[in-house]
């Protein structure tokens, strides 16, 4: 088998496939979030902590001297990157639980006996009552 077709029938697999789905849309949500923290959720928590701007919270290591820059620190944005982590872990998390759930209720579900094994029941029930 040549290392192409081998390629081919790697990539090709149901797993890998439904994997790169999950990347590309676990990409996008990532985006989505880091949007709504840094958008909507971290100026009313700044401006409920006295105007703060938490992707300007640093702390200054070294000052600027001349031409070359200050060595910084930027918790700030630790802070929102911790934030973005956490809200994406718990959707995440709340998927996963739905989902489990939904095949736990399916487990649950009494499922009917096959057709065959039907037959045979009524057939030793109605030697029973002979």
Same mark, same amino acid.
């Given at each position: 088998?040549?290392?192409?077709?081998?390629?081919?029938?790697?990539?090709?697999?149901?797993?890998?496939?439904?994997? $790169?789905?999950?990347?590309?849309?676990?990409? $996008?949500?990532?985006? @989505?979030?880091?949007?709504?923290?840094?958008?909507?959720?971290?100026?009313?928590?700044?401006? *409920? *902590?006295?105007?703060?701007?938490?992707?300007? *919270? $640093? @702390?200054?290591l070294n000052e600027a001297v001349g031409?070359?820059?200050?060595?910084?620190?930027?918790?700030?944005?630790?802070?929102?990157?911790v934030v973005d982590?956490?809200? @994406?872990?718990?959707?995440?998390?709340?998927?996963?639980?739905?989902?489990?759930?939904? &095949? &736990?209720?399916?487990?649950?579900?009494?499922?009917?006996?096959?057709?065959?094994?039907?037959?045979?029941?009524?057939?030793?029930?109605?030697?029973?009552?002979?």
């Amino acid at each position: 088998m040549s290392m192409m077709s081998e390629f081919k029938d790697f990539a090709m697999r149901g797993n890998v496939v439904d994997m $790169a789905v999950g990347i590309v849309l676990g990409g $996008a949500f990532g985006k @989505i979030v880091s949007s709504f923290v840094d958008g909507v959720l971290m100026p009313p928590i700044g401006m *409920l *902590l006295g105007g703060v701007d938490f992707s300007q *919270l $640093a @702390i200054t290591l070294n000052e600027a001297v001349g031409e070359t820059a200050a060595v910084t620190l930027n918790y700030g944005a630790f802070i929102q990157t911790v934030v973005d982590f956490t809200i @994406i872990a718990f959707a995440i998390f709340m998927v996963i639980r739905a989902m489990n759930s939904t &095949k &736990k209720q399916e487990e649950d579900a009494p499922s009917e006996p096959a057709k065959d094994i039907q037959l045979l029941t009524e057939i030793r029930d109605s030697l029973r009552t002979r």
